[in-house]
Every structure is written in C-alpha cells, then in structure tokens.
C-alpha cells in the first residue's frame, strides 16, 4: 500500500490550495481516509476524514466551512479543498488509511498506512 500527497506549497493568507493522496494497493472507496497536520512543536491534529462507501465526511472545528474533503474512486485519490488559509494552517499535512476502518473519526495512532506528507505554508 502506498500513499502519495502532492499539491502543497506556499500561499498567501486568503488563498487556497488542493491537496491530493493518490493510493496504490488498496481501494479508497472502501476505508476511511484522514488527513492530518503537523506544525513544528505542535502534536498531530486531526483535519478531515471521510468514510468509506457512503462518504460521509467530518472536519476539525478550525477547518470548518474552509475545507473540503472529497474522493474519486475512478482516480483512487481523495483531495482536501483548502479555502480562506490562515498563517495557523502552516503545516506539513498528511493522509492515512487503514482497512480496518470504514467510518471515521479514526485516531491518527490507529491508521497503519501514511502517505510522506506535503508541505502547507501560509504566510504573506
């Protein structure tokens, strides 16, 4: 199993960014998949997740209304839509998955596959 982020970078506070976790090995559309951040110092934090099958999705508080978490199962990837970025959203960010795991919220010490992360730097 193996998954790839991309699409991270640096962008202005207002602007957005798409970041994709492309998989190979496993079928997204059957597994919750996560993503999570990490800023220097800080712990891990939960961002989005979305179940598998029926896609019900769920989000951190902070990202609410600015982010968006989607899948296309033809692509075996899932995005995150970030709008409105902050300087706070700085952050490498991550996607995970499990097969033991359908429905989120899934903690992230429970997910055994990590993609390497993409850099998110938000900053004028």
């Known amino acids: 199993v193996q998954l790839v982020e991309s699409g991270g970078g640096l962008v202005q506070p207002g602007g957005s960014l798409r970041l994709s976790c492309a998989a190979s090995g496993i079928t997204l559309d059957y597994y919750a998949i996560g993503w999570f951040r990490q800023a220097p110092g800080k712990e891990r934090e939960g961002v989005s997740c979305?179940?598998?099958?029926?896609?019900?999705?769920d989000y951190a508080d902070s990202v609410k209304g600015r982010f968006t978490i989607s899948r296309d199962n033809a692509e075996n990837t899932v995005y995150l839509q970030m709008n409105s970025l902050k300087p706070e959203d700085t952050a490498v960010y991550y996607c995970?998955?499990?097969?033991?795991?359908?429905?989120?919220?899934?903690?992230?010490?429970?997910?055994?596959?990590w993609g390497q992360g993409t850099q998110v730097t938000v900053s004028s």
């Open positions: 995970a998955t499990d097969p033991r795991y359908s429905r989120c919220p899934v903690p992230w010490y429970e997910y055994t596959y």
């Open positions: 979305i179940n598998g099958i029926n896609g019900d999705t």
